[in-house]
């Protein structure tokens, strides 16, 4: 009973979806915002000096000016589906040193660790219910006492509104925190499409594939993508695709993760923590722009 109730932790969070968190970033130059000619200081909200780049119009902290007491980093991080926050978020996480907190993986070990909040998320499920905004920040102001978020912690899968996103600032206020880095991993819809919609996955062993950008040994050049030409290489057993890869389910995935995603991003920009990066390009070549703008 207990093991089907963690697994429908995740379907039940009342419009979670991610974010962690970090220091000096702040508006790329993509985000539209104009930065002036030469370098720039600006005090951000936790009292760091930073210093604006001509350049590339991203804010980043000069290690000489942090003050004491202003280390902990806090980040959200959005990215629509097939943006590559799967591959990205653990650099992050291994960069940082900082663990990267999902709300679906937070229920389910409040649950299973039987806390007072995880047993108010196991009643609400049990009834089929859905788990409150108040209950989940609940579960996040839990989980950032542990001694694996000393110095910060990456939040993905919350905020999904802005309400959810104020009351966040508000339970952070309480411990003298606050949001340091918004980082959104931006790709065009229409490519995202591509590289959803062409995916194909091995059932049992999770393996990937690609009908253009990992094909399977078994699709020859000219061959329409199908359960009898789209082949696991390791057992030759058909492979499938996933109900939510297709183009009708993608493009309400989309469209729900815009109208969610912007007005956040609009709540945290002016406080100038918000860094937009184009993932529409090479895996290293994101992680270089990433890398830029953490702490």
């Known amino acids: 009973m207990l093991g089907a109730l963690l697994l429908l932790a995740t379907a039940v969070v009342s419009g979670s979806f991610i974010a962690p968190l970090s220091v000096h970033a702040a508006s790329a130059s993509r985000s539209g915002s104009a930065v002036s000619r030469g370098a720039v200081l600006r005090d951000d909200r936790q009292g760091r000096q930073t210093r604006i780049t001509s350049k ?25 589906p097939g943006a590559g926050k799967g591959s990205q978020a653990p650099k992050i996480v291994e960069t940082l040193s900082i663990p990267q907190l999902s709300t679906g993986d937070m229920l389910r070990a409040a649950v299973a660790a039987g806390s007072e909040v995880g047993k108010q998320a196991k009643d609400v499920m049990a009834s089929g219910g859905l788990v409150s905004d108040e209950l989940v920040v609940s579960i996040i102001r839990e989980r950032i006492t542990e001694a694996d978020c000393a110095g910060g912690f990456i939040l993905d899968g919350f ?135 953490l702490p």
């Open 56 to 80: 590339s119009g991203i804010r980043s902290v000069d290690p000489c000016m942090m003050t004491a007491g202003a280390e902990k980093t806090v980040m959200i991080l959005f990215g629509p």
């Open 159 to 293: 905020p999904r509104t802005v309400e959810q996103a104020k009351m966040l600032d508000e339970m952070l206020e309480g411990s003298g925190d606050t949001v340091s880095l918004v980082l959104a991993l931006e790709v065009p819809d229409e490519i995202l499409t591509e590289r959803i919609c062409g995916r194909w996955v091995h059932k049992t062993s999770g393996r990937s594939y690609h009908v253009k950008f990992a094909k399977p040994k078994s699709l020859v050049d000219g061959a329409t993508p199908s359960e009898e030409t789209m082949l696991d290489d390791e057992t030759g057993e058909p492979l499938m695709q996933r109900a939510d890869d297709t183009e009708e389910a993608l493009t309400k995935r989309l469209q729900g993760y815009h109208e969610q995603t912007v007005p956040i991003l609009a709540h945290y920009a002016p406080a100038g923590v918000v860094s937009k990066v184009d993932a529409n390009t090479a895996p290293e070549n994101v992680w270089e722009s990433i890398a830029k703008v």
